[in-house]
């Protein structure tokens, strides 16, 4: 007997191999847990999608491996979007009769057939050596294992649930010599593994490795409480409350240093890179003191926000630039990460005729040639025209006046003379004069070379290009470790105020400079900053 049923299940083995090949059906068959033990109950549930009747599933092609309980029958029926639907679940309490691997057979029901599924089952010493917990466990696994530094991968968590979990919290994958972030939102979904089902919870990380050598990402920890029904003869199933603690395990990567012949300022590999360019209006033509934004893109596959290189450029004398502070973003689309920078700035053209931007280019090492190249917006040429507009001045004419020839001067030389000497007289007895202290009154007259004393004139006077050049000499003079003038320490009043003509130069407008003049006077006042924040930290 014991010959016949493991030549049956020799025959089932096959048909198992087979039936992989062929897609899913509309029945489907699950087991509470895999591996089992001899003289454990465990339960297979049968699904139709359909309302069958509850006798249409026979049980007798599970009898000879294991002792069959009556099943219990339910039926749901659903009204989903103007449609209904209707679900037949049989839950059968079976018990395996001896250890070793036994398939489950197909069960057919009106006409539809169950995959089979192969079953562990252990005997009691085997049972109690069992190390792993199949109710519940984490995969995980990486896209690349060999890759260089700065070159961000995609660590993959996979946690399958197959009981009731409470209390549960998962950690993130852990390196101290890398960056781990966090990508978007989980996945979840239902799946049948090694014919049981679970409830799958997908996570993924980004990890940028910061220093080339062997690098080891220790596995996520999973916590919490486990919850299971079980019986050991079929009578008084009981809830067994299990304290969980496992781990995913560590996965080892070897990160490359960057290639000696790479030449650029700033380290950067990535799958892809894309420079884009965008002038304000698609100009052709600039105007002479009229201001045109100009902005950038630049955008990197698998690559860290942080190792966007800035976006330098190389302008000529003829042009005055206005920068923006840069934006720096990340964002995933179809499953892969991007890293954006978007520069923007202002260009005012001083004298007219043709003018050429230089072309701006930035080096990256493409990790899917391992090659160096280059991602490159091309030079443009451009004409700059007169601004008729502004203002001329009119010189005056000049002309040459006819030399008069003087032949006899009378007595004006003696008069000139006499004149002289007297001055004279009169410069040397000042000089012999006595100094006494002065009692100031408090009015001093404006230097033109005090930038801030500028700058409050120019605001003053309602000029925005003027107030701006004295803005930079300001900033420059008061704050000499800051580079831009968006980012000093300044009141909130006088950042919105510095704000508002940037915005007014770029825009080519009219500006009012008296919301500037009342910031820069309550700034000298009160000096710290009322309402500054510090940089801001990703979570």
Known sequence: MKRAVNKINAFLLLLCGLWSFSSLAAINASVSQNP?????????????????????????????????????????????????????????????????????????????????????VLNQDQQRGQQKNKDVFIEAALDQNNVYVGQQIIYTLDLYIGAMLENASLSSPESGQADVVQMGQDEKQVVVK????????????????????????????????????????????????????????????????????FTGKQWLVSDEVMLSEELQGNATTLTVGQPVTRTFTLIAANTSEKLLPEITFNYPDAIRVYPDKDEVSGFIHQGTAFAQRISSHAI????????????????????????????????????????????????PD????????????????????????????????????????????????TKLSDPYKQLLASAKANNSQDAWQGLIEWSNKQWPEIKSVSQIPVSTELQLAIKELQQAIAKGEAWQGASLSKALGAQRKSPTPTNTLGPINPV
């Open 36 to 120: 089992v033990y001899v003289g454990e109950v465990f339960t297979l549930e049968v699904e139709a999608d359909e309302s069958l009747d509850p006798d249409a599933l026979s049980t007798k092609a599970l009898e000879p491996y294991f002792d069959v309980f009556r099943p219990s029958v339910s039926r749901q029926k659903n009204f989903i979007n103007g449609e209904f639907s209707s679900t037949t679940r049989w839950s059968i309490s079976l018990m395996a009769k001896q250890p070793g691997q036994v398939l489950i057979p197909p069960l057919t029901i009106a006409g539809q057939t169950t995959l089979p599924i192969k079953l562990t």
């Open 398 to 445: 000049i002309t040459p006046s006819q030399a008069t020839v003087v032949k006899d001067a009378g007595m004006w030389p003696y008069l000139t003379l006499l004149f002289a000497i007297a001055w004279l007289i009169t410069l040397f007895l000042y000089l012999r004069k006595p100094r006494y202290p002065v009692a100031k009154n408090g009015i001093t007259k």
């Open 194 to 261: 090694n014919g049981m089902k679970y409830q799958k919870i997908t996570r993924k990380f980004a990890i940028t490795p910061n220093q080339a050598g062997e690098l080891t990402i220790a596995g996520p920890k999973l916590t919490g409480e486990l919850y299971k029904t079980v019986s050991q003869s079929g009578y008084r199933p009981r809830t067994v409350r299990q304290v969980l603690d496992i781990q995913a395990d560590d996965i080892k990567l070897t990160v490359k240093d960057k290639p000696a012949i």
């Open 348 to 395: 005012i053209a001083e004298q007219a005729g043709e003018l050429t931007l230089p072309e701006v280019v930035i080096p990256w090492w493409n990790s899917q040639t391992d090659q160096l190249e280059y991602a490159k917006v091309p030079a443009r040429k451009l004409m700059v025209v007169a601004n008729n507009d502004a203002p001329e001045v009119a010189l």
